[in-house]
């Protein structure tokens, strides 16, 4: 039989909302009050559905223009939206249990890290200012616009901040909370981690590994990771 060998894990990728930050809480909040401010408290559970796994904001305000009938523009909506949630995350944007703690550990390894997220540069930077990315992060923090403006499931954004850490695809591991996520990772030719919650739990058959809390992390991908100093 063929011996398998482990892959050589040498930089590590994260997605932002719902990966390294609590945050798909305030989106909705946001996505709720712009509604409100339109006379609807309660909207159809179909739309609800058909929210849940939209890849822009721009497919929201157009989904949501078009399921609820408002008149107002996509681009009107949007642009609320924005200043009603970057107004939460300056008001309570924190980072999920444990991850600042894992981070410092892989760092302790001398492993690069960089975040590929769908959201945009107004509001990515909003939230790079209060969390205070550059001290974990550095300069690679990369929205979907950096990468010819391709969300995901398309892989450009994970394969730009590959090729930023200086690393190929193969070689990076990605972390991941989403159904675009797990797809754009594995289309990028990159192993991927999930953080596992109520609304993906039925999907890691799309990843490679899956954790439930940070505080696991480390001893579930340590095995995939050879940094500088362990060569």
């Given at each position: 039989?063929?011996?398998?060998?482990?892959?050589?894990?040498?930089?590590?990728?994260?997605?932002?909302?719902?990966?390294?930050?609590?945050?798909?809480?305030?989106?909705?909040?946001?996505?709720?009050k712009v509604?409100?401010?339109?006379?609807?408290?309660?909207?159809?559970?179909?739309?609800?559905?058909?929210?849940?796994?939209?890849?822009?904001?721009?497919?929201?305000?157009?989904?949501?223009?078009?399921?609820?009938?408002?008149?107002?523009?996509?681009?009107?909506?949007?642009?609320?939206?924005?200043?009603?949630?970057?107004?939460?995350?300056?008001?309570?944007?924190?980072?999920?249990?444990?991850?600042?703690?894992?981070?410092?550990?892989?760092?302790?390894?001398?492993?690069?890290?960089?975040?590929?997220?769908?959201?945009?540069?107004?509001?990515?930077?909003?939230?790079?200012?209060?969390?205070?990315?550059?001290?974990?992060?550095?300069?690679?923090?990369?929205?979907?616009?950096?990468?010819?403006?391709?969300?995901?499931?398309?892989?450009?954004?994970?394969?730009?901040?590959?090729?930023?850490?200086?690393?190929?695809p193969s070689?990076?591991?990605?972390?991941?909370?989403?159904?675009?996520?797990?797809?754009?990772?594995?289309?990028?030719?990159?192993?991927?981690?999930?953080?596992?919650?109520?609304?993906?739990?039925?999907?890691?058959?799309?990843?490679?590994?899956?954790?439930?809390?940070?505080?696991?992390?480390?001893?579930?991908?340590?095995?995939?990771?050879?940094?500088?100093?362990?060569?």
């Open positions: 039989m063929e011996k398998k060998h482990k892959p050589h894990i040498k930089a590590i990728i994260f997605d932002m909302d719902g990966t390294i930050i609590d945050s798909m809480h305030l989106w909705q909040l946001a996505s709720k509604l409100e401010n339109r006379g609807i408290t309660n909207p159809p559970a179909h739309y609800q559905k058909e929210v849940e796994n939209i890849l822009s904001l721009k497919e929201w305000a157009l989904i949501t223009k078009q399921l609820l009938g408002i008149e107002d523009s996509s681009n009107l909506l949007v642009q609320e939206l924005k200043v009603i949630v970057q107004t939460h995350f300056r008001a309570s944007a924190k980072y999920i249990n444990g991850f600042e703690n894992f981070h410092a550990q892989i760092t302790a390894l001398n492993i690069p890290t960089g975040v590929a997220t769908n959201c945009e540069l107004q509001t990515l930077a909003v939230i790079s200012s209060q969390l205070q990315f550059s001290n974990l992060f550095g300069t690679h923090v990369y929205s979907f616009e950096h990468a010819e403006n391709k969300p995901k499931p398309d892989p450009a954004v994970f394969l730009h901040a590959a090729k930023m850490l200086g690393f190929d070689e990076c591991l990605v972390f991941e909370d989403s159904l675009h996520g797990f797809r754009a990772a594995k289309a990028a030719g990159m192993m991927c981690v999930a953080v596992r919650n109520k609304k993906n739990h039925h999907l890691m058959d799309e990843v490679n590994h899956f954790i439930d809390d940070y505080a696991e992390a480390l001893k579930t991908i340590n095995h995939l990771i050879i940094s500088d100093t362990q060569k």
